[in-house]
């Protein structure tokens, strides 16, 4: 309950901060629709060409990029903010009132800074997720959208606890941004179906790099029906990753230098 109520004062904060910078506030909410707009418009130029990506039709398809907007702007809501400020603390070594608090550093350093604005853009994204299903079936089917939906959420935490991996050395590489740009690279790969890979590449992104765990299996969950081997593929593997993270962040801070040492 502690936490909970601390992260209520988080989003508080956050959107009265937000309120005091508005040009900027309505100027992310515009950005964030652009992109909306050119992934809509890629894949609506490629089935321009196909009648199938991977097995799925535009409609199918459009079930699994909404899904990925909903991804995205959770992640840019909750996290995204905290995460590029991460490695500047490091280098700069100010995480010492951080580490001081008493409350999980992680925690702190991770949620601290909630984006309002990008909180309009994950409404916005909730409603084109919610235009593609009924798109595709005329009617929501209430149960099974929420099951997407949960998952979805899932692989919000899932595409954070990766982006935070990747930043995680910058305790010892010192450099900008960490592996960064590695991560924003290769995270492209979740923006696709999964169907399209194939060979060890595909093996990859549902294992070591579970990218296509974020949003393309939650969609196939949905368009094609859930069984127990896949939920519990998704959940073991968020719950490894934030494992393996929380042991790399503890490992890490043993190699962190403040300011003041």
Do not use: C
């Not at 629709?33 to 097995?55: D, I, K, N, P, S």
């Not at 595909?202 to 294992?207: C, E, G, Y």
């Amino acid at each position: 309950m502690r936490y909970l109520r601390l992260y209520a004062a988080f989003v508080r904060f956050s959107f009265s901060k937000a309120m005091e910078f508005r040009v900027d506030f309505f100027f992310r909410v515009l950005m964030d629709v652009v992109f909306y707009a050119t992934q809509l418009g890629f894949f609506a130029v490629l089935y321009g060409h196909t009648r199938e990506l991977g097995g799925w039709d535009l409609d199918q398809t459009l079930v699994f990029i909404s899904g990925f907007f909903v991804v995205d702007a959770l992640h840019m809501t909750v996290t995204a903010n905290n995460l590029w400020m991460l490695p500047i603390l490091v280098n700069k070594g100010e995480l010492d009132p951080y580490l001081l608090r008493p409350v999980s550093s992680l925690f702190f350093l991770t949620l601290r800074e909630f984006a309002a604005n990008s909180f309009l853009n994950l409404v916005l994204a909730l409603g084109i997720w919610g235009w593609a299903l009924a798109r595709l079936e005329g009617d929501l089917h209430p149960g099974r959208a929420l099951l997407y939906l949960a998952l979805l959420v899932n692989g919000a935490a899932l595409y954070s606890l990766l982006n935070l991996a990747f930043l995680i050395p910058v305790f010892w590489l010192h450099s900008a941004r960490g592996l960064a740009e590695i991560f924003y690279s290769v995270g492209h790969y979740a923006e696709r179906p999964e169907r399209i890979f194939r060979g060890y590449l595909r093996r990859l992104l549902v294992t070591l790099l579970p990218l296509a765990l974020v949003a393309s299996r939650p969609a196939q969950v949905y368009l094609e029906g859930a069984d127990a081997g896949t939920l519990l593929h998704l959940a073991a593997a968020t719950l490894g990753v934030g494992t393996f993270v929380v042991w790399f962040w503890n490992r890490a801070l043993r190699a962190y230098s403040s300011a003041s040492s």
